[in-house]
């Protein structure tokens, strides 16, 4: 479950194409500023920072760890957009770039050691059970943030979630978040709408409708080839959950949840679950869920459109109108053709999509920094509109113009190599993907289906920090629980194991310790609606 949950990250980075994910190995690289080298000692006693660049009037250096673009010919220590924050910034750059792929098992221990950090590092996982923290690596930030914080108290007032989030339980600060978007172009049910007008059928709004959606894309030959070669539904089996949860009441992509009551659930442990399955191992017995489901990768189901043979799946909404729809050679931009559609209305009403939590990933200020001060106020910076500006848009008059008062992307920054090599989104800044500049980028119909689709998102379970002693449970418990939910999840569905036995998988999650869990989950929840209050 754990890898599942890891790749639907680097998925929902790709998913904003431009806008976040690309990458190559390259680290030691230096970008030079408009400041002249120097060895980065204390800031100018006499300079003023306003949250614009320069934040230094003195020559400075920074030295900074992070990972390099996911698109192995880019490399962003010398990208254009990284070099003009620096050098906007007023400060030389000494970037130590990893591959995204492997960065966790390289950074990993190098923190372990504590031993010559850098000034800035850019954090393998979000800490949660604040190991980093304790061992003393990463400085708190909070009189960095009251003396330097004027972009990161403008996001934390816009964005009250994410500071109860990265607000330790002692009301202390020690991360920089790097974000994206919670509500907008989230992963959604997608369907083929020349296959519906083919079985002289609408949309489907609930799930009795969409069984019967396939069954007639299984037995009435919508591809109009005159074989019965449809595979009605293909999914990357990572989305499974995400897809289908919702509509029986569960959150299951992020396991944990809270109702309107505010009570936490673990969804793999719900009643409900039992119906999720119960529905799922049905399609799979008529044929309608893939014998190969459990091994489909997202590029199979590429191929599967492309082919014309599949009718749905379930995926980031970008590949509606920029990967599945132009498939067709006969695709009109300006017609849905591989639309997105509302969520599924389950046996109680239950009708939603899981959004994300808004933090990616953090930046730390290390201990061995030589100028903390410094390197707050880059960050601080980094975290500035006019920053985010270049991280979305590119640069002005090569990637995008303004019009009427509205940006809009020239020929080149619709260019996804020429904006890619420049280092938009670049994931070595603390970036936040954009809603303006994707609703540009996709097709018109798409732009006005994702606003539609803006009522359906309902917020996940919010990053909290784990006490020691609850960490300590998590440890002991969830790694079990999670290989074992994993492994019956499959083998209710294709029937390896009998749905009656369901009674028996929860009599074995209550051995394993999942209801002290919840009681762990609970009192975070807790903390965090009393730190969003």
């Not at 620096?86 to 190098?110: C, E, F, H, I, M």
């Amino acid at each position: 479950m754990a890898n599942r949950r890891k790749g639907l990250v680097c998925a929902a980075g790709l998913a904003l194409l431009a806008l976040a994910v690309a990458g190559c190995s390259g680290g030691g690289s230096e970008a030079k500023g408009s400041a002249t080298p120097a060895s980065g000692g204390a800031s100018s006693s006499s300079y003023v920072y306003t949250g614009s660049g320069p934040i230094t009037d003195a020559p400075e250096k920074l030295t900074i760890l992070a990972t390099n673009a996911w698109t192995t010919n880019v490399d962003l220590a010398t990208a254009e957009i990284v070099r003009t924050i620096v050098d906007k910034a007023g400060v030389t750059v000494d970037w130590q770039l990893l591959p995204p792929q492997n960065y966790a098992d390289a950074v990993s221990p190098r923190l372990a050691s504590g031993i010559d950090l850098p000034d800035i590092v850019y954090l393998p996982d979000q800490d949660q059970l604040m190991k980093y923290i304790k061992s003393g690596l990463f400085l708190p930030i909070d009189e960095y943030y009251e003396k330097y914080g004027v972009n990161l108290k403008k996001l934390y007032e816009q964005n009250p979630d994410i500071k109860a989030s990265l607000t330790t339980p002692d009301g202390r600060m020690n991360y920089v978040p790097q974000r994206v978007l919670t509500k907008n172009y989230m992963p959604l049910f997608m369907v083929n709408t020349r296959w519906l007008d083919a079985v002289g059928l609408k949309e489907p709004a609930t799930l009795d409708e969409f069984t019967e959606m396939l069954r007639k894309f299984k037995t009435d030959d919508p591809n109009g080839n005159g074989q019965a070669d449809e595979i009605p539904f293909s999914l990357d089996p990572k989305f499974l959950p995400m897809a289908f949860g919702p509509s029986f009441g569960m959150d299951l992509y992020t396991q944990f949840y809270a109702d309107d009551a505010g009570k936490v659930h673990f969804g793999y442990y719900e009643p409900a679950y039992e119906d999720y399955l119960t529905y799922l191992n049905g399609l799979y017995g008529e044929g309608l869920l893939p014998v190969d489901f459990a091994s489909t990768t997202s590029d199979q189901v590429t191929s599967r459109f492309s082919q014309n043979v599949t009718g749905a799946t379930f995926n980031f909404s970008w590949y509606t109108s920029m990967v599945y729809s132009p498939l067709f050679e006969d695709y009109d931009p300006n017609v849905p053709l591989i639309k997105g559609i509302a969520p599924l209305a389950g046996p109680n009403g239950d009708r939603f999509y899981v959004g994300r939590t808004p933090v990616s990933g953090i930046f730390g200020i290390s201990k061995n920094a030589k100028n903390p001060e410094l390197a707050f106020k880059f960050l601080d910076y980094a975290s500035s509109e006019e920053a985010q500006t270049y991280y979305t848009w590119g640069i002005e008059g090569v990637t995008y113009e303004i019009a009427d008062g509205k940006k809009r992307f020239t020929e080149q920054g619709k260019s996804n190599d020429f904006i890619q090599k420049l280092g938009i989104g670049p994931v070595n800044l603390p970036n936040s993907q954009s809603t303006e500049s994707t609703d540009v980028l996709v097709a018109p119909w798409h732009a006005e289906i994702d606003k539609e689709m803006e009522k359906y998102i309902k917020a996940p379970f919010p990053f909290v920090y784990a006490l020691p002693e609850e960490a300590s449970v998590e440890s002991q418990y969830m790694t079990d629980i999670s290989t074992y939910v994993e492994e019956m999840h499959y083998k209710f569905i294709t029937g390896q194991e009998n749905l009656g036995n369901f009674g028996k998988y929860i009599a074995n999650l209550q051995k394993m310790g999942i209801e002290q869990v919840i009681e762990v989950k609970q009192a975070q929840y807790d903390r965090y609606l009393a730190a969003n209050a």
